[in-house]
């Protein structure tokens, strides 16, 4: 363990983790779009900035990125720091003025209009902040990479590849999940998941055998499938509700018998 | 053959000599693609065809570039034990006669640039050694481009072949690199770079040797180093040009980094736009391996080492190292946050030393001179030198090599030349798009990474681009803006939103739609991005914003305030580059246009709405307007003055001016104006505020009005009765005059008020000669300028004397020097300065030497001698030039030497001053140079309601200038009274014509005849003639009409 001071206040640590997760076990506010606990860190949304006012390399950084060291101080209410979030606040309301998440949170830090709110919102529509959370948990954690950015600058955009429908998607979900912006849109209709936001990118839906909801896409089953080897081949047919009820029934007469 | 030892090497070098120095006339041409650019290619073909044609026992080889661009195509001619001879501005029409004379042992003299017989390329003990002889071409270090250069890095580029490993061996090449392996330790390496201080050339200036250690430090199972060859910066090809033309300099340089670090694969990352570069560079590296400097046991050593070619797709994010590597590794060109830096994880995690072109290219050097030459080199703490790409508005265009720590003003100036036509410069670029402008002001900046930060800029790669008077500073930014933004590669959102916002600004400002909030807004926007982005591009792209709204927020602010683009660049701010650059803003175009209609009457009407002294102004105007004429870049400017001079004596001469002069006038609005001063601005605001309505007084000291058009300009130069035509058109107007009325004496402020004038212009001027403050200027025969011309204008007799001395070099003391030679007197002019510096108009200095006027220059009055109380000759100091100073000239200092000449009249005229008492009692407020402080956009003094322009506020300035502040006073004024601006209704609609011919027309310009006089002795009859018909109209023709402006073409 080692100590690190925040905003004067002394809290200990974990070597090697990230300044942003000590802020956040400590229910220390700063806002972040980019950040999340299953992904890499990337740096981009540059709103966790703080000012390291003591250590081998003061001066305003991003918590995200910033590894804790023994004798580590940061301020995240330093008035640069502050000035520097909100205009970044003001500049996502303007590029994401369709995604109440971020008005949210801009008024929370305070911020309730955008200077910069006159531009064109081109092909990425208007709720993606670019924080590439989608990308990094579709290439990172599931491994099917269907999704990544295209062009550059204020062109840039996140994507399937050539902007059309994906043949690598399997629906999971996960870029929806994550997404700090409420940015991905998915439609269930039927035996059809349609991934709106990746080009209408449509997949199969499996129905449960037993309560005849559509659970789960043929290709997220597959791709469990693919990874976790083990997994007993009944459950590939059955909604999460219907596999606990059917674990359960298979359990309980057992314990029940004795 | 693999080299292995050090006398492996002197084989190779026998082979490189005879090719550099081969028995028989060598004839190389200069391909590097600033070359082929200029046609060097085709150069190259041709004399190899006249060789074969003639054929002539002469080699037609390739090689770089000499650094001189601007001189392009250059061909070097080498014969057998002469010097290498450099012909430049060479075409293929040339190559019969270069191979002719070559094969006759002779050289294209007319086309000869400059000799080479010694270079000293370190790596020989006796340098690169040609022939001697050809005493009188200059050698090439005598050519002012090269005198200051250092030339290191580039010591070879444009001698050797770029494509022959042994030429490059026989000039000491490869011989560090067998020193560093066989003779040194990695770690001995290492301590060498250390010692010798490089720091990074790619412009953050990081400690190379530093770097390297920790990379070497750093435990892993494979390290990498890779060539950061992905020069992007606009105006930047330092980089480009190394690799064309030394690709094994760069080669051997990566080779003893690898071995210093421990690294056992290298790669050049270099961008597809230099397919050239990447043509050299895989030549020199399978020569490279043919001769085992690559692969496996280099040099007999356990060292194995290879460096490959990664082809960027040219994205400038890419230049940042952590992009690069993204790059290299097949990822999207994005940054990734630092640190783990690439010297402890970097390409494919492993440590990687990344090093831009020209810090490889220094190691062989350091290597084989040591480290204690390297840093001798420069400053304390930049050692070596740097290579600059020298680009813009300045006369030698080129690449130059210069010791860290040297000026700015040593390299535009001295090795630059200064100023493209000798127009003023203004600023220069560092760093490209990620630098900043640093004005001329502070040209005096050493060169060097910490110097150049605190002005605001940086070092960067090595990008200079020189900006004149005819640049627009926000233009410039809005550009290196839109560079920026258009690169970024969208990762973060300070640089993908925060930049294009300021962009926006940027462009609404030149488009005329800026306000001063704007300005504030930039620059919170600046320094959030500066902080909040992630990586160098996007920390960086605000500087060139920072940095003009730093040294040049004037000009923001004309653009803001005034609608005005001073440089006549942001083009929805004027009609034509000559309105905009006349200080009263006259439609030009228009009344040419007319002219060429044959509409006379209509041209001078469109002439008074702009300018109520038209004739006047077509005598003595010194015409800015054609300085700025774009007809100026094909085969000089329009007669834009003998034009607007034809139209009004016409109209004069014609004498049917009943009808012409009835401009429009607007009802009275029972407002009182007063105007102390009826010289240029007085009249101009009386002329402008009457017609608005106003009733308006003039107070005037003199007997008559004109001020220094009536007192100060002579006769043959501006005939008196011109002048009172047009002060007519005035007084017919209704303005009053009181003459003989001077301010403080006869009138005062209070006075005025009293009498409900709403406000009161200042437009007193300066009649005041400043004194010389040398002794004996009480002396009986000295004359101060200014009232030596208003005597004469008054009509006093005057006996000057047989022999006269002037002293200045503006345009009273030709006026003084051309007035006393018509008293019957043999004049010298004694400036301080040469000839080019004279603020004179040019066409005047020209008149007074075809009137027999002598110069002598670089001198400078000490003493006024006299006897018998009268004066007998003055005592010069004989001057020399000293630095540049910030205008570009080179400041005058006094030398030792002191002569006397013989005179018995001497005229002062080194300057006017405005008669500061009858100011300081108005109780306004004075700068230190004794002019009137006004607010630069309102015209109002300390005092309220008291106004001020004209030559009172600029110090002694031109009569267009002053007629410009009255003008505009006019306007203001009439504004503030009326609460509307009424100003533009005074015109009245002309349509003319807005037809354009695609291809310049008419020919030369044509010049009006001067009265041809031998004898000048009381002749005071006009010199100047007017332009003929003939002339006048094909002169119209001439224009380029650049008010008629493209169709707003549709996006694609």
Not at chain 2, 56 to 85: H, M, Q, W, Y
Not at chain 2, 456 to 472: A, F, K, L, Y
Not at chain 2, 903 to 919: E, F, H, Q, R, Y
């Amino acid at each position: 363990m080692i100590t690190v001071t925040i905003n004067n206040k002394k809290y200990e640590a974990n070597e090697g983790e990230y300044a942003l997760q000590v802020l956040k076990r400590e229910g220390i506010e700063i806002p972040y779009l980019c950040y999340h606990e299953a992904l890499s860190p990337y740096g981009a949304c540059r709103l966790c900035m703080v000012e390291v006012t003591g250590g081998a390399r003061p001066g305003i950084t991003t918590s995200c990125t910033l590894v804790v060291t023994d004798g580590l101080e940061i301020q995240t209410e330093a008035p640069e720091v502050v000035r520097i979030r909100k205009v970044l606040l003001e500049m996502y309301l303007a590029e994401a003025p369709g995604s109440e998440a971020i008005q949210e949170l801009a008024r929370k830090f305070g911020v309730e209009r955008s200077r910069f709110a006159d531009f064109d919102i081109e092909a990425k529509g208007d709720r993606c902040v670019l924080c590439g959370r989608c990308v990094r948990v579709c290439n990172e954690v599931l491994g099917v990479g269907a999704i990544n950015y295209a062009s550059r600058g204020t062109k840039s955009n996140i994507n399937t590849p050539w902007y059309g429908v994906s043949s690598a998607c399997i629906g999971c979900t996960a870029c929806a999940y994550v997404c700090p912006a409420g940015a991905i849109d998915i439609i269930d209709s039927g035996d059809e998941r349609i991934m709106e936001t990746w080009n209408r990118t449509t997949l199969k839906l499996k129905e449960c055998v037993e309560t005849k909801e559509f659970f789960a896409t043929e290709k997220v089953i597959d791709h469990v499938y693919s990874k976790a080897l083990d997994l007993p081949e009944d459950l590939k047919e059955v909604s999460a509700g219907s596999r606990m009820r059917r674990r359960a029934s298979e359990f309980l007469p057992k314990y029940l018998r004795k | 053959m693999k080299i292995r030892i050090f006398s492996d090497l002197e084989k190779a070098k026998g082979k490189g000599m005879k090719s550099l120095f081969p028995e028989r006339t060598k004839i190389a041409v200069g391909l590097g693609s600033c070359g082929i650019a200029a046609g060097a290619e085709r150069v190259y073909q041709a004399l190899k065809g006249e060789v074969e044609k003639q054929g002539a026992d002469i080699s037609v080889a390739k090689t770089g570039c000499l650094g001189f661009c601007g001189e392009e195509p250059l061909v070097n001619v080498t014969r057998p034990g002469a010097p290498l001879v450099v012909l430049h501005g060479i075409t293929e029409d040339d190559a019969r006669e270069i191979i002719e004379r070559a094969a006759g042992g002779n050289i294209l003299e007319d086309k000869v640039f400059c000799k080479v017989e010694r270079v000293d390329n370190f790596l020989e003990p006796k340098g690169i050694r040609f022939g001697t002889g050809y005493a009188n071409f200059p050698h090439y270090d005598e050519i002012p481009f090269y005198t200051k250069q250092h030339k290191v890095v580039l010591r070879e580029s444009g001698l050797i072949d770029p494509e022959n490993i042994d030429e490059y061996i026989a000039v000491g090449g490869y011989s560090a690199l067998m020193k560093a392996l066989v003779d040194s330790s990695p770690e001995r390496v290492l301590t060498i770079v250390k010692t010798a201080g490089l720091r990074g050339r790619g412009g953050g200036g990081f400690p190379t040797g530093v770097k390297w250690e920790i990379a070497r430090n750093t435990p892993a199972d494979k390290k990498y180093i890779i060539c950061n060859a992905d020069e992007g910066d606009p105006g930047a090809y330092m980089n480009r040009n190394e690799m064309e033309s030394d690709p094994h300099m760069l080669i051997e340089g990566m080779i003893i980094g690898a071995y210093a670090i421990g690294a056992c694969e290298g790669i050049i990352y270099v961008r597809t736009e230099y397919p050239l570069a990447i043509k050299r560079l895989e030549n020199a590296l399978e020569q490279a391996r043919a001769y085992g400097f690559l692969g496996d046991n280099i040099c007999n050593t356990q060292f194995n080492f290879d460096i490959y070619i990664v082809c960027g797709a040219g994205a400038f994010v890419c230049g940042e190292e952590t992009a690069l590597i993204a790059s290299i590794e097949g990822f999207p060109g994005r940054p990734r946050p630092r640190p783990p830096f690439p010297a402890v994880s970097g390409l494919y995690g492993k440590p990687t030393v990344i090093n831009n072109v020209e810090t490889w290219c220094n190691l062989p050097v350091i290597i084989s001179k040591g480290p204690e030459w390297f840093a001798d080199i420069g400053t304390e703490e930049c050692k070596g030198t740097k290579v600059f790409s020298l680009v813009g508005k300045v006369k030698n265009v080129g690449l130059v090599e210069v010791p860290m720590g040297i000026s700015l003003k040593e390299i535009i100036y001295e090795i630059g030349g200064g100023g493209l036509k000798g127009k003023e410069i203004k600023a220069v670029q560092t760093g490209g798009p990620s630098g900043g402008c640093i004005p001329a002001t502070l040209f005096d900046s050493r060169v060097d990474y910490d110097t150049l930060k605190q002005v605001g800029s940086i070092m960067g790669s090595g990008g200079m681009v020189v900006m004149d008077e005819d640049t627009c500073m926000v233009d410039i930014t809005k550009y290196f803006l839109s560079f920026t933004q258009e690169e970024s590669c969208g990762k973060c959102i300070p640089c993908r939103r925060g930049l294009e916002h300021m962009l926006g600004i940027l462009e609404d400002i030149s488009a005329g739609r800026g306000e001063m909030r704007h300005l504030e807004e930039l620059e919170e926007l600046a320094k959030v991005i500066n902080v909040a982005a992630l990586c160098g591009l996007g920390q960086t792209a605000p500087n060139p914003v920072l940095t003009t709204l730093r040294y040049f927020k004037d000009e923001y602010e004309e653009h803001i305030i005034q609608k005005r683009c001073r440089a006549g660049v942001c083009d929805a701010l004027f009609l034509a580059p000559c309105e905009n650059r006349c200080p009263l803003n006259m439609n030009v175009p228009g009344f040419v246009q007319l002219l060429k209609e044959e509409r006379f009457a209509d041209a001078y009407h469109l002439i008074l709405e702009d300018n109520p002294l038209p004739a006047v102004c077509g005598r003595v105007c010194h015409h800015p307007c054609e300085g700025k004429c774009r007809r100026g870049e094909v085969d000089g400017p329009v007669g834009i003055r003998d034009i607007r001079r034809f139209i009004t004596d016409c109209v004069y001469q014609a004498d049917d001016t009943r009808e012409l002069r009835s401009p429009v006038v607007f009802p009275e609005t029972g407002k009182k104006l007063a105007i102390i001063g009826a010289g240029p601005a007085g009249l101009t605001a009386a002329y402008y505020l009457r017609r608005l309505g106003h009733e308006v007084t003039v107070f005037e000291a003199y007997p008559k009005a004109g001020g220094m058009l009536q007192y100060g300009i002579p006769e043959f130069r501006l005939p008196k009765d011109i002048l009172q035509k047009e002060i007519n058109v005035i007084k017919d107007l209704g303005v009053h005059f009181e003459f003989n009325k001077r301010v403080g004496d006869d009138i005062t402020l209070e006075d005025m008020r009293a009498d409900g004038f709403a406000a009161v212009f200042v437009a007193t001027g300066t009649h005041q000669d400043i004194p010389l403050g040398v002794p004996g200027e009480d002396l009986d025969g000295v004359y101060a300028g200014m009232k030596f011309l208003r005597d004469v204008n008054m009509g006093k007799a005057f006996q000057v004397g047989k022999e006269v001395v002037v002293i200045g070099g503006g345009n009273v003391a030709i006026d003084c020097a051309r007035v006393a030679t018509r008293l019957g007197a043999m004049v010298t002019i004694l400036y301080r300065r040469e000839r080019k510096d004279m603020p004179a108009l040019e066409e005047e200095i020209h008149e007074a030497e075809l009137e027999g006027v002598s110069f002598i220059f670089l001198g400078a009055p000490r003493a006024i001698v006299g006897a018998k109380g009268k004066v007998a000759g003055i005592e010069v100091t004989r001057m020399k030039l000293g630095e540049f100073d910030s205008s570009g000239r080179r400041r005058p200092v006094p030398t030792e030497e002191i002569y006397t000449i013989q005179c018995n009249a001497v005229i002062t005229a080194i300057g006017g001053k405005a008669d500061t008492s009858v100011l300081e009692q108005m109780g306004v407020t004075l700068s230190r140079n004794g002019t009137v402080q006004v607010d630069k956009y309102t015209l109002q003094t300390s005092v309220p309601l008291c106004y001020a322009g004209g030559d009172v506020v600029t110090g002694p300035w031109t009569v267009s200038d002053a007629m410009g502040y009255g003008k505009n006073f006019a306007k203001i004024i009439d504004a503030q009274l009326m609460g509307v601006d009424r100003f533009d209704g005074l015109k009245r609609d002309v349509t003319y014509s807005m037809d354009v011919s695609i291809e310049p027309q008419g020919g030369k310009r044509n010049v009006a005849q001067c009265s041809s006089l031998t004898d000048y002795t009381g002749n005071f009859k006009e010199v100047v003639q007017s332009l003929s018909r003939e002339q006048a109209l094909r002169e119209a023709t001439r224009c380029l009409r650049c008010d008629v402006k493209p169709e707003e073409e549709e996006e694609i």
